[in-house]
């Protein structure tokens, strides 16, 4: 069936430099894609989103790119801080009637960021 | 304007016993979507609500689960008879209408069975 994953299961990366995770989707029809930050213990926190007519939206440090051709998106976050340690999914809102906002997510990419 | 209530946040239950889970969306959101997340795994669609009405229930299995979303009142999660596979940390959202796609999520019932 359809689905979203990740490439890599954990990040390590140092303070200050800027990290890159990435997530490969199937769903071609997808048309809305979000980023999540889960710390542990709590749940998914919304980081960034972005409609399949774009290529790329910043936020306040994150921007996320979508490469509809090979059906991937990135998200990179600059400065990386202690605070943004935590588990990144990926999410892909369904098509349909019914699906309304139902998401489809990826595995999840742990990112430490060591001092 | 608080988020997404669940409670409880912990739960322990015996196999063969029932787990109630109960989520208070955010004020004025009337959607609401369980998931599922087994540790270290991502969240996996259940079912999705509107007042009174299941829209769609094709992640939630067939037996032993039941979800409402009463015209009063929370929405509810129901795990009857739970096995050792049901420990699992589930998440509720909630969201104003189907236009606007942005989720806001609780903090979860951590179920665990003994």
């Known amino acids: 069936g359809e689905s979203v994953g990740l490439h890599l299961p954990t990040l390590s990366v140092q303070e200050g430099d800027n990290s890159i995770i990435n997530c490969a989707y199937s769903?071609?029809?997808?048309?809305?894609f979000i980023w999540y930050k889960q710390e542990s213990g709590k749940g998914p926190q919304f980081i960034i989103d972005i409609r399949s007519n774009m290529d790329k939206r910043q936020g306040q440090r994150v921007t996320v790119l979508l490469n509809k051709t090979v059906k991937h998106l990135s998200l990179q976050i600059a400065a990386t801080q202690p605070g943004d340690s935590a588990v990144y999914f990926c999410a892909e809102k369904g098509a349909g009637e019914t699906s309304g906002s139902r998401l489809t997510f990826g595995e999840g990419t742990q990112l430490t960021v060591n001092p | 304007n608080a988020g997404v209530m669940q409670n409880p946040r912990h739960l322990v239950r015996r196999r063969g016993q029932e787990a109630r889970l109960r989520c208070s969306p955010m004020k004025g959101h009337s959607h609401v979507y369980w998931y599922r997340q087994l540790p270290e795994e991502g969240l996996k669609f259940m079912v999705y609500l509107q007042k009174e009405n299941i829209i769609d229930e094709s992640g939630m299995p067939k037996e032993r689960f039941s979800a409402e979303f009463p015209k009063e009142g929370p929405s509810i999660l129901r795990i009857q008879q739970v096995v050792r596979g049901d420990s699992a940390a589930y998440f509720c959202?909630?969201?104003?209408?189907?236009?606007?796609?942005?989720?806001?999520f609780g903090q979860g019932t951590r179920l665990t069975v003994v």
């Open positions: 769903n071609s029809a997808s048309d809305y």
């Open positions: 959202a909630s969201s104003p209408q189907v236009a606007n796609t942005e989720a806001f």
